[in-house]
């Protein structure tokens, strides 16, 4: 059985000593995952000041934050083979991580708590949720009807664990799913699920489109104004995956006009400026990048390190791996 000082998994090397560095304490775990020497595990939040001993960390769990700090720490890792993140995106991982270091991601954490988010701001923005709020302050009653989402066409883009998500949680509400990825394929049941070329004559299909693709060189300005240019008069665009996945000025342009509107989590800039025009656009509800910021995030990332330090410390294979060795 392989142990913590001779990792037998993608990357792994048999040299000593060997290191785990993770966010938080041992006990918070749950059981110390099996073949791991506890007093070989040291804990760093990304906000104190790392450890001594990081230097011959070789199972590294960044903490859960954009900070570039806890990122910078692995320059000075030269025995680091596995970095696990708890982020579902990881391109911004990928400029730090050392050869021969293997990039594991945080499938299985955010999917719960972004599907919900992308449900909650479709429903608020179609139903004059921020409205209402602005006329409750305003002494305003702004009866009427409003939009429902009943019976409308949703478009997924980018239906990986996060889409299906999305689907679960529209099950219920009478809507006709439209599913996209990179390649064609079909769901475990038989479903369509379309390839990335056939947006074109996807998106006039849908009146709501929910961006939750990864953040790639394929995605980045995916939502350009042709895109945007495709998509029906008085649809809503709610992304939930990355600002850098829309093209913020064609966005504006096409709110602007109020020919469509647009639910976002993410924004590029992020943070958005007080300033911004993208904050004062009609039709435009802005949430703070908190798709995986809730109560559902801690146990799920705790449950997902033990199940990575399991296997590593066992030899076993690890889950999530998306770049390095064994991807």
């Known amino acids: 059985m392989a142990s913590a000082t001779t990792p037998a998994h993608p990357g792994g090397a048999a040299s000593a000593p060997h290191r785990v560095l993770v966010p938080y304490p041992l006990a918070d775990l749950g059981p110390v995952p099996e073949g791991i020497d506890p007093a070989a595990v040291d804990v760093y939040d990304g906000i ?26 692995l320059a000075d890792m030269p025995q680091v083979r596995v970095v696990q993140t708890l982020t579902a995106g990881y391109e911004h991982a990928l ?8 990039l594991c991601n945080g499938r299985g954490i955010h999917e719960a708590s972004t599907a919900e988010l992308a449900v909650a701001l479709t429903l608020a923005s179609l139903r004059g949720i921020p409205a209402f709020v602005r006329g409750q302050d305003s002494g305003e009653w702004l ?19 996060i889409g299906e998500a999305v689907e679960r949680r529209l099950a219920g509400f009478e809507t006709d799913i439209v599913r996209v990825a990179s390649r064609a394929r079909t769901t475990t049941d038989g479903a369509p699920v379309h390839a990335a070329a056939d947006l074109p004559k996807l998106l006039p299909r849908a009146d709501v489109v929910v961006l939750v693709t990864p953040l790639t060189a394929a995605t980045r300005g995916l939502a ?17 995956s990355r600002g850098a996945v829309v093209d913020t000025g064609a966005l504006l342009a096409e709110v602007a006009t109020g020919r469509l509107t647009a639910a976002l989590d993410v924004t590029d800039p992020e943070p958005l400026p007080a300033d911004h025009p993208l904050r004062h656009a009609p039709g435009v509800l802005i949430s703070p990048h908190v798709g995986g910021s809730s109560s559902a995030f801690l146990p799920r990332a ?21 770049a390095g060795p064994g991807a």
Do not use: C
Request: charged share 15%; hydrophobic share 45%.
């Open 95 to 102: 400029p730090y991580l050392p050869d021969g270091a293997t």
């Open 143 to 161: 009866a009427g009807f409003y939009p429902a989402l009943a019976d409308k066409t949703v478009l997924i883009v980018g239906y990986g664990a």
């Open 224 to 240: 350009d104004a042709e895109f945007l240019s495709h998509m029906r008069d008085g649809a809503l665009l709610v992304n939930v």
């Open 48 to 73: 104190a000041e790392p450890p001594a001993a990081h230097t011959d960390v070789a199972f590294y769990v960044l903490p859960y934050t954009f900070d570039l700090a806890p990122l910078r720490l």
């Open 302 to 322: 705790q449950r997902l390190i033990h199940r990575q330090l399991t296997a590593w410390g066992t030899g076993r294979p690890l889950a999530n791996i998306v």
